[in-house]
């Protein structure tokens, strides 16, 4: 076997240190892949996979050019992959023997600084986790482009540290090793990419940034952290702030049920914003804006102050349009400061960046003055603490100019004026131009060619060109020849040569200079890292507020009041987003009035009425009050919720492919474990993932379990009518219902709710709107009316035991006992009828419909024979 070379020995000492990654291994301009690595990214990367070397010996390998290798980074990134960046860290032309080379930077999916991987009005987090069983959990984030890092003490069970692990834009989850496998795997089910870091014991200067924690395993968990960031990006974390501790009970807190129940960041079905309350709310004009206004979607606020603070000003500027327009307009001009500030630290930043900065500087004092305008104590607060940085505008205003490159080598970054030796080598290189620029004027005269011109290429650098019928016409001796083409000569002469000289060595001067200053002036933004990033959080807050103001505005929102008692009241409430998916003026606005003595509301009406859109609209009305938004109704007033959970019934669920009995009982039993009486609780159809008698006994006994136990304000919808019964059992219990009215034998929904239980359930007519053969609908009206003349019109539970906890089967033994032709009908014929009552008929397709009555006629046949 032939020894290896020295740089594959090299390319393996270093790969043996980063097994878990890609190895980008940079050989002059490309970024090169061998063996494995090569083989796996020709793959995901869908490029060429080739061989380095010859025989036996050869190697797998692929590459993509240094240049373009940001999107091949965020491709693998964005499929759950970390990348080594190995660069050469000494200058080839000097070095001894192999290039010395390093790994510079290693980039996860949590830590991914540039790129299509990164969305504007996303965070990207990154987290940590420790967890000590039965006692606490720790965790830890941070958004490593923004410099956002805060912490907060968990109890250590799956609810608390799922809504975590949910929290939008998280990607990476770092723990140690050992951790309780329940949480690996709990990692693992919100798509997170695990990452291990054990070291614990904090590094010289991070003292600053845990100043606020005390607590030992919060610490433990920031220092892992810390020392995962510093280890995979190996630069300086200036610009990650003090970490912040957050008290979760400062918060209304949401499992991740409820945010994705009622589509607060995105929809059930498709995962898109659209069709979500952010983007319904979302009036930002900024990047940063956009991100606050997600992360309050998700942490909307339990104190009554701060919660009134936001509507002084969404008021103000609700009020007044014309001030919100300019302030809005004022907005536009800000670009994304957080990131900028980000890649400062980082020192990815380029000048175009710098000129960003530079204009979002500009339109700071007149944000500060439209905010200052503004009467609220609160916006006078947030104005006097916008610094304008007018120093550091300045300069960069005389640095730099107004449309520089992407590149911070090639000069073409500074203004004139700025630099007195930048400018000499400028005039000296002008100077040279000029003279060539002339020079073919001159020669032209000289030789008599008119067609003799002067021109320049990368390679040949500049030359005079003569055509080949004008050569004899050259006077003797005076050019030098340089290069032939098909038609023409190219010549140069020593004072051209000189001149050329002169020019490339002025540009490099120029190069060197604009970089250095270009170095000085990032620095100089550097030292104002944290003035920056407090100008962020409040450009930001100030923009989120705006739009709250604009879409109030706009939707017609009213300012909510809070209660400490026990009543909410909503006149003439709506659906935020219901209400814009359908035309105007064609939202049937509802009230809602609860209070101890309608702590619980049973809803009923036909499938397809508006029962989940009533009880949605309630949470969502509570979740946009407690963010300082105002809400779609006339009027509201609304205690201050704690929590809110929801349950929707497996077959509404599909979308989330588990719809499990299972899932259904674990959700409710979380809401059920922490409730408490300043919850809500919207429990859609539940029992449903079950046979009818079960589904209907849980559903019942989950209702008396909130109504007697927990007191949280609950809105229970259900198919079940036997249930409705309960409404005079439960003091705080009231029934309501959709209302639905026939006309001509067909169903039309008022989506209008009214007190009461619903009287029929209008299942048949649903079927018949979903066009379900006439066949199916007309034996299902028969047995409907069997079934009914049955059991007769009063559904008074009786006064047995057994009876008073589950109506239903009074209903089905009285059914089953009464005279006429129930008597008669066989167990079989009893299970079929009792099959036809509880069919979801409307989530059925008719060939499903088909199969199902296939089936009985089958059943009914095989009976006969008997
Ligand atoms: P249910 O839960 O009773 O089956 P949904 O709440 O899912 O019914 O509502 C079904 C559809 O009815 C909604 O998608 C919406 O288009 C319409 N709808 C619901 N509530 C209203 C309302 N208040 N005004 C107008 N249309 C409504
Ligand atoms: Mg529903």
Same mark, same amino acid.
């Given at each position: 076997?032939?020894?290896?070379?020295?740089?594959?020995?090299?390319?393996?000492?270093?790969?043996?240190?980063?097994?878990?990654?890609?190895?980008?291994?940079?050989?002059?301009?490309?970024?090169?892949?061998?063996?494995?690595?090569?083989?796996?990214?020709?793959?995901?990367?869908?490029?060429?996979?080739?061989?380095?070397?010859?025989?036996?010996?050869?190697?797998?390998?692929?590459?993509?050019?240094?240049?373009?290798?940001?999107?091949?980074?965020?491709?693998?990134?964005?499929?759950?992959?970390?990348?080594?960046?190995?660069?050469?860290?000494?200058?080839?032309?000097?070095?001894?023997?192999?290039?010395?080379?390093?790994?510079v930077r290693i980039i996860t999916p949590g830590t991914?600084?540039?790129?299509?991987?990164?969305?504007?009005?996303?965070?990207?987090?990154?987290?940590?986790?420790?967890?000590?069983p039965g006692e606490q959990a720790a965790w830890v984030k941070a958004d490593l482009t923004t410099g956002e890092i805060s912490a907060s003490l968990l109890s250590p069970d799956d609810l608390a540290i799922g809504r975590e692990l949910s929290i939008s834009g998280l990607r990476e989850v770092v723990i140690a090793e050992e951790i309780d496998e329940k949480v690996k795997q709990q990692i693992q089910e919100h798509g997170l990419i695990e990452s291990v870091e054990e070291e614990i014991e904090p590094l010289a200067g991070w003292e600053d940034k845990l100043v606020q924690i005390s607590n030992v395993t919060l610490r433990q968990a920031a220092v892992r952290l810390l020392h995962y960031l510093h280890r995979t990006q190996k630069r300086s974390?200036?610009?990650?702030?003090?970490?912040?501790?957050?008290?979760?009970?400062?918060?209304?807190?949401?499992?991740?049920?409820?945010?994705?129940?009622?589509?607060?960041?995105?929809?059930?079905?498709?995962?898109?914003?659209?069709?979500?309350l952010l983007a319904e709310v979302d009036q930002t004009a900024t990047a940063m804006g956009g991100r606050l206004l997600k992360r309050w979607l998700e942490r909307p606020l339990l104190d009554q102050t701060k919660i009134e603070r936001r509507q002084g000003l969404v008021e103000a500027w609700k009020q007044d349009m014309i001030l919100r327009e300019d302030l809005r307009e004022a907005l536009t001009g800000v670009y994304d400061l957080e990131r900028l500030v980000g890649?400062?630290?980082?020192?990815?930043?380029?000048?175009?960046?710098?000129?960003?900065?530079?204009?979002?500087?500009?339109?700071?004092?007149?944000?500060?003055?439209?905010?200052?305008?503004?009467?609220?104590?609160?916006?006078d607060r947030l104005s006097r603490q916008m610094k304008t940085c007018d120093e550091l505008k300045e300069l960069l205003d005389r640095a730099l100019v107004s449309h520089p490159p992407v590149s911070i080598l090639e000069g073409g970054m500074i203004r004139t004026g700025y630099h007195a030796k930048l400018d000499e080598y400028r005039e000296a290189s002008q100077n040279g131009k000029t003279w060539i620029s002339n020079l073919e004027q001159e020669e032209r005269q000289v030789t008599g060619v008119k067609s003799l011109k002067v021109g320049y290429n990368k390679v040949f650098g500049y030359y005079i060109e003569v055509t080949k019928p004008n050569i004899a016409q050259l006077p003797q001796d005076r050019y030098e020849r340089k290069q032939t083409l098909t038609n023409a000569e190219r010549f140069v002469t020593p004072e051209l040569k000189e001149k050329e000289r002169l020019i490339l060595e002025a540009e490099t001067e120029i190069g060197t200079l604009e970089h250095e200053l270009f170095v000085e002036l990032r620095e100089r933004v550097k030292e104002e890292i944290s003035t920056l990033q407090e100008l962020s959080i409040l450009i930001s807050e100030v923009d989120v507020l705006q739009g709250f103001a604009k879409v109030s505005d706009v939707n017609d929102y009213?300012?909510?009041?809070?209660?400490?008692?026990?009543?909410?009241?909503?006149?003439?409430?709506?659906?935020?987003?219901v209400e814009q998916t359908l035309g105007s003026g064609e939202y049937v606005a509802n009230n809602v009035y609860m209070d101890e003595e309608r702590e619980l509301l049973i809803i009923t009406g036909p499938n397809m009425s508006?029962?989940?859109?009533?009880?949605?609209?309630?949470?969502?009305?509570?979740?946009?009050a407690q963010i300082g938004c105002f809400v779609p109704a006339k009027e509201a007033e609304l205690p201050?919720? @704690?929590? $809110?959970?929801?349950?929707?019934?497996?077959? +509404?669920?599909? *979308?989330?492919? !588990? /719809?499990?009995?299972?899932?259904?009982?674990?959700?409710?039993?979380?809401?059920?474990?922490?409730?408490?009486?300043?919850?809500?609780?919207?429990? @859609?159809? $539940?029992?449903?993932?079950?046979?009818?008698? +079960?589904?209907? *006994?849980?559903? !019942? /006994?989950?209702?008396?379990?909130?109504?007697?136990?927990?007191?949280?304000k609950t809105l229970f919808s259900t198919h079940y009518h036997e249930?409705?019964?309960l409404a005079d059992e439960l003091p705080a219990a009231q029934n309501v219902h959709v209302a639905a009215s026939e006309e001509n034998e067909e169903v039309v929904f008022l989506h209008e709710v009214q007190e009461g239980r619903a009287d029929k359930s209008y299942g048949i007519h649903v079927a018949k709107l979903a066009q379900l053969p006439t066949d199916v609908l007309y034996r299902a009206q028969t047995v409907l009316e069997e079934l009914e003349t049955a059991k007769g019109s009063d559904v008074a539970p009786s006064s047995s035991q057994e009876a008073e906890q589950l109506p239903l089967f009074t209903i089905s033994e009285e059914a089953a006992a009464s005279s006429g032709e129930a008597e008669e009908l066989s167990p079989e014929k009893q299970k079929i009828i009792a099959e036809v009552e509880c069919m979801d008929v409307l989530n059925m397709t008719p060939f499903e419909a088909l199969q199902i009555i296939n089936d009985w006629q089958h059943q009914l046949k095989q009976n006969n024979k008997k």
């Open positions: 076997m032939t020894k290896e070379t020295p740089m594959m020995k090299q390319y393996k000492e270093i790969k043996a240190q980063y097994e878990e990654t890609f190895l980008f291994f940079r050989l002059g301009d490309f970024y090169e892949l061998f063996f494995e690595d090569a083989v796996k990214a020709a793959k995901l990367l869908e490029i060429t996979l080739t061989k380095r070397g010859t025989g036996e010996e050869a190697i797998p390998m692929c590459g993509v050019p240094y240049h373009s290798a940001e999107s091949y980074i965020s491709e693998l990134i964005g499929q759950g992959y970390k990348i080594a960046i190995c660069e050469q860290v000494e200058d080839p032309q000097t070095a001894k023997g192999v290039v010395k080379r390093e790994v991914v600084m540039e790129g299509k991987a990164l969305e504007a009005k996303d965070n990207q987090y990154i987290g940590a986790l420790d967890v000590t974390l200036d610009h990650l702030q003090a970490i912040q501790v957050e008290e979760t009970t400062d918060f209304l807190l949401l499992d991740v049920h409820a945010k994705k129940n009622l589509e607060l960041l995105e929809t059930l079905r498709d995962k898109t914003r659209q069709g979500s890649k400062v630290a980082y020192q990815t930043v380029n000048a175009r960046d710098l000129v960003q900065l530079r204009s979002t500087l500009e339109s700071i004092p007149a944000i500060k003055a439209l905010v200052e305008e503004t009467d609220h104590e609160h916006a009213h300012k909510p009041t809070f209660t400490a008692g026990r009543t909410l009241t909503l006149t003439a409430s709506r659906h935020p987003v508006g029962k989940s859109t009533y009880m949605r609209q309630v949470a969502l009305t509570a979740i946009m201050v919720f @704690d929590q $809110i959970f929801t349950r929707i019934g497996a077959a +509404d669920d599909l *979308a989330s492919g !588990q /719809s499990t009995f299972m899932v259904e009982m674990v959700e409710t039993k979380h809401a059920l474990m922490n409730a408490t009486n300043r919850s809500l609780l919207l429990l @859609d159809e $539940i029992g449903r993932g079950t046979s009818t008698y +079960d589904g209907m *006994a849980l559903a !019942q /006994s989950i209702l008396e379990y909130i109504h007697n136990t927990i007191g949280a249930l409705t019964a």
